[in-house]
């Protein structure tokens, strides 16, 4: 019923900048929060930025003053701004939303994952 996609990812080097967008189809009612995370190889996937319904941001200690969390609502998409990059942000980065949808005359809220989308920052 609803897909998340994500783009934007790809390979630059140490003190660049990426855009990453989520991007959510279907049969959307409202999403209530969406969030980045990412995976390094032989790494737990740990948070990395969060945006609520209500527009409040949180981001992990290591990215924060560098990336940005935002949203446009209309188009039912995500952005992560990256800025400043570090090799050590290298990972797999996937987005995270909690959608509430409509299906067969019924609401239903769930949480999607996108397929995630590949960053790599050269040193």
């Known amino acids: 019923q609803v897909q998340l996609v994500e783009s934007g990812g790809g390979l630059v080097q140490a003190g660049g900048s990426l855009r990453l967008s989520c991007a959510a189809s279907?049969?959307?009612?409202?999403?209530?929060?969406m969030g980045w995370y990412r995976q390094a190889p032989g790494k737990q996937r740990d948070s990395v930025a969060s945006?609520?319904?209500?527009?409040?941001?949180v981001y992990a200690d290591s990215v924060k003053g560098r990336f940005t969390i935002s949203r446009d609502n209309a188009k039912n998409t995500r952005y992560l701004q990256m800025n400043s990059l570090k090799p050590e942000d290298t990972a797999v980065y996937y987005c995270?939303?909690?959608?509430?949808?409509?299906?067969?005359?019924?609401?239903?809220?769930?949480?999607?994952w996108g397929q995630g989308t590949q960053v790599t920052v050269s040193s």
């Open positions: 995270n939303a909690n959608i509430t949808y409509y299906s067969g005359g019924y609401y239903y809220t769930e949480d999607y």
């Open positions: 279907g049969s959307i009612s409202s999403i209530r929060a």
């Open positions: 945006i609520s319904s209500g527009g409040r941001t």
